[in-house]
């Protein structure tokens, strides 16, 4: 072969190389990380088709990789929604989703149970922005719907709620929210779309904390929006103007996770139930928070919503929780986060819920002895023995 065409300077030679390789023709069984942050074009009709939005026409990476698109259209096919749209948290998809529905002058009605974040976006950020909110028991529908008014957007809940699992009764809000001619957002990062998928009970905006149940292994980062095709595509304009775009790394590892996501989520289900049967007799236990026991005040509408299970979510109160919590050092970790493989505990107190005012989260029952069980995959057998001998 001639290099006669080649450039003959080092410096060109190295700053060139390799970039031209043909691509292979054998697909790859796994699709690669598309790490580049731009794409070259032959001409520039060719540019022009990808910003139009081409199929397949990527170009800047803020606007959106290859494995961020594979992640959407999976999660898509999961929640049972039209599209979904990849942030670079679930606060970034949340925000997104709120931002692309609100404008000065609107007012959500939300939850006063949700995530202590969202409850900080909404307490703090949405209003200074002009948006108004209101703070509800969303178990009670009287109390929702009187919070509405005629400039009520959206009504906002988490499907199973953080961190006492309280079951929001969504096919009831949606209708509630419709009816109003509001939208009806869902914060489904506890249950997962393997246990519930609110779109097929009204919801319109369905979020999710990807290093959660989706991803599973504590290694991956983002958030997701899905839902009807022209709202995930306002949410998308959000996170691409606001700069929220999720790493092709973390899309990528995402979807390793999400392969596994049915068989996780049967084991993390059977183990929770498991151990909350357990622990509720347990005379070191004062208190289980789980939709599967008898004892839990939506007990019947939790088997309605959730014919599969609830997850691996759970929360409990000890007589000590910081003895508790050393104890079972180096078997279950002290970790403020949750839907790992591995079982973690938390202490909503310190973190989740952190922004509510004192007197807020013990009239939410989310005391200083409170701690959140992130219930994981492990022999339950050997999950028991490490909590029973931890309580003795
Ligand atoms: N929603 C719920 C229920 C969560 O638990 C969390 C985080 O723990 C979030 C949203 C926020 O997600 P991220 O931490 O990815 O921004």
Same mark, same amino acid.
């Given at each position: 072969?001639?290099?006669?065409?080649?450039?003959?300077?080092?410096?060109?030679?190295?700053?060139?190389?390799?970039?031209?390789?043909?691509?292979?023709?054998?697909?790859?069984?796994?699709?690669?990380?598309?790490?580049?942050?731009?794409?070259?074009?032959?001409?520039?009709?060719?540019?022009?088709?990808?910003?139009?939005?081409?199929?397949?026409?990527?170009?800047?990476?803020?606007?959106?990789?290859?494995?961020?698109?594979?992640?959407?259209?999976?999660?898509?096919?999961?929640?049972?929604?039209?599209?979904?749209?990849?942030?670079?948290?679930?606060?970034?998809?949340?925000?997104?989703?709120? =931002? @692309?529905?609100?404008?000065?002058?609107?007012?959500? *009605?939300?939850?006063? #149970?949700?995530?202590? &974040?969202?409850? +900080?976006? $909404?307490?703090?950020?949405?209003?200074?922005?002009?948006?108004?909110?209101?703070?509800?028991?969303?178990?009670?529908?009287?109390?929702?719907?009187?919070?509405?008014?005629?400039?009520?957007?959206?009504?906002?809940?988490?499907?199973?709620?953080?961190?006492?699992?309280?079951?929001?009764?969504?096919?009831?809000?949606?209708?509630?929210?419709?009816?109003?001619?509001?939208?009806?957002?869902?914060?489904?990062?506890?249950?997962?779309?393997?246990?519930?998928?609110?779109?097929?009970?009204?919801?319109?905006?369905?979020?999710?904390?990807?290093?959660?149940? =989706? @991803?599973?292994?504590?290694?991956?980062?983002?958030? *997701?929006?899905?839902? #009807?095709?022209?709202? &995930?595509?306002? +949410?998308? $304009?959000?996170?691409?103007?606001?700069?929220?775009?999720?790493?092709?790394?973390?899309?990528?590892?995402?979807?390793?996770?999400?392969?596994?996501?049915?068989?996780?989520?049967?084991?993390?289900?059977?183990?929770?139930?498991?151990?909350?049967?357990?622990?509720?007799?347990?005379?070191?236990?004062?208190?289980?928070?789980?939709?599967?026991?008898?004892?839990?005040?939506?007990?019947?509408?939790?088997?309605?919503?959730?014919?599969?299970?609830?997850?691996?979510?759970?929360?409990?109160?000890?007589?000590?929780?910081?003895?508790?919590?050393?104890?079972?050092?180096?078997?279950?970790?002290?970790?403020?986060?949750?839907?790992?493989?591995?079982?973690?505990?938390?202490?909503?107190?310190?973190?989740?819920?952190?922004?509510?005012?004192?007197?807020?989260?013990?009239?939410?029952?989310?005391?200083?002895?409170?701690?959140?069980?992130?219930?994981?995959?492990?022999?339950?057998?050997?999950?028991?023995?490490?909590?029973?001998?931890?309580?003795?």
């Amino acid at each position: 072969m001639s290099n006669a065409n080649l450039p003959q300077s080092i410096t060109t030679v190295a700053a060139r190389a390799g970039e031209q390789s043909v691509p292979s023709v054998n697909q790859p069984l796994v699709e690669p990380i598309y790490q580049s942050t731009v794409y070259s074009f032959p001409d520039l009709e060719a540019l022009e088709a990808s910003m139009a939005g081409q199929e397949g026409g990527y170009f800047y990476y803020r606007n959106g990789t290859p494995n961020a698109q594979s992640l959407e259209r999976a999660v898509a096919q999961l929640e049972r929604t039209e599209a979904a749209a990849c942030g670079a948290s679930g606060m970034a998809a949340i925000s997104a989703a709120f =931002l @692309s529905v609100l404008k000065s002058g609107d007012h959500v *009605v939300t939850d006063e #149970r949700v995530y202590g &974040v969202s409850y +900080a976006l $909404l307490r703090d950020e949405l209003p200074r922005l002009g948006i108004e909110v209101s703070f509800v028991d969303a178990l009670d529908l009287e109390a929702v719907a009187a919070a509405f008014r005629p400039t009520t957007r959206l009504l906002h809940v988490e499907s199973l709620t953080n961190p006492l699992l309280t079951v929001v009764d969504v096919p009831a809000l949606a209708r509630l929210a419709h009816e109003r001619g509001a939208l009806l957002s869902v914060d489904n990062t506890f249950a997962s779309p393997a246990m519930f998928r609110p779109a097929e009970h009204g919801a319109d905006l369905i979020t999710h904390s990807v290093s959660k149940y =989706l @991803s599973g292994h504590s290694t991956a980062f983002g958030g *997701v929006v899905a839902g #009807r095709a022209d709202l &995930v595509a306002a +949410a998308r $304009l959000k996170l691409i103007r606001l700069g929220g775009t999720i790493s092709a790394f973390d899309a990528w590892m995402t979807m390793q996770g999400l392969k596994t996501l049915g068989l996780r989520m049967r084991a993390h289900s059977g183990n929770a139930q498991a151990v909350a049967d357990v622990l509720q007799n347990h005379p070191r236990v004062r208190r289980v928070y789980h939709p599967g026991l008898e004892s839990h005040p939506q007990f019947k509408l939790a088997q309605e919503l959730y014919p599969d299970g609830f997850g691996g979510m759970m929360s409990l109160e000890v007589e000590d929780a910081s003895q508790f919590v050393r104890r079972l050092a180096g078997r279950i970790p002290l970790a403020p986060s949750l839907a790992d493989v591995v079982s973690t505990l938390s202490h909503p107190w310190s973190t989740s819920h952190r922004a509510l005012p004192e007197a807020d989260r013990r009239r939410l029952d989310i005391t200083p002895e409170l701690l959140r069980f992130s219930v994981g995959i492990e022999d339950i057998s050997d999950l028991l023995t490490d909590l029973e001998s931890a309580l003795e």
